[in-house]
């Protein structure tokens, strides 16, 4: 197996930006083509879902087992400067990690040295957003009614097929946002245990018309490709929040600061625990028609 020469990842929590990044670090034609060729989930809660070997990228090609399946990755993901890139959020990094862990090679290394060990000169591009609730609210909303992107080309089709209109959930944008708060602080004790400085990916600053060829800079210099000459292409993708999710924001700021004031008799009250989430499919995504 032919390693690629560098390796990075893009390191998020669902609705941060990372397709806007990622398609618009693809088209440089420099920094790979990172995409979730890791994406993995508990078999237990998506016993229908098919990942890596099994999965929609292997779909077409010839792999017959995981060994195989990564050589494929590292082509599909690597421009020709032999520039390898992949993106993973961290829901999904402990059924990752653990499917790597099968492979012999892999197997006993800490999470640190399995990652090491699959991507060479690893580097780290982190990615978060500053408002968490409007996250929350956009990963709440997406979850139900599959549409993941907005390709600024052809539109692809939502996945999971929805059941029906998204409808306003408390809980699960609670859930979620926890979550997201968890992912951020998981991902810094992760790069401590790697011992490398991420760069840092703002998606307030990716999105805005000013922000976006400076980000894309940053990580190409990041990735020591700052001496690529060719202009940065347009972004790749479309906005797609809209009325409903700012109603949606309205109405759980509103419902938080109730439920706040009815247990705490108007004090400050406790940030709200992380529940388990029992939405499965709202845990998970992956961009199906690019695959």
Known sequence: MELPKAGYLVC?????????????????????????YFLAEDPAKLPDWRFWEEG????????????????????????P????????????LRWALAKFSEMPRFAGLDRAAILRTAFPDLRVVDVTRR???????????????????????QPEPAWPPPAGPPRYDYELIAALEALIAESETGWRQLYNELGLTPFQ??????????????????????LGLADSQDPIPAPQTRRQSNDLNEAWVAAYLADRTSRQEHWTGGQPARPWPARNISHQQHETR??????
């Open 12 to 36: 998020a929590s669902p609705r941060s930006g990372t397709e806007l990044l990622c398609r618009g670090l693809a088209a440089t034609g420099v920094a790979g083509r990172p995409q979730e």
């Open 56 to 79: 929609p990228f292997a779909a077409g090609d010839d792999v017959s087992d995981r060994e195989s399946y990564l050589t494929l990755v590292y082509r599909l993901g690597s421009t």
């Open 81 to 92: 400067n032999g520039v390898f890139g992949a993106k993973i959020h961290w829901n999904c």
């Open 131 to 153: 408002d968490r609730v409007r996250q929350a609210v956009s990963w709440a909303r997406m979850a139900q009614d599959g549409l993941w992107v907005d390709p600024a080309g």
């Open 201 to 222: 990916v703002i998606y307030e600053e990716l999105s805005s018309p000013d922000g976006y060829e400076q980000t894309i800079q940053g990580v190409l210099a990041h």
């Open 286 to 291: 992956t961009n199906w028609s690019g695959q």
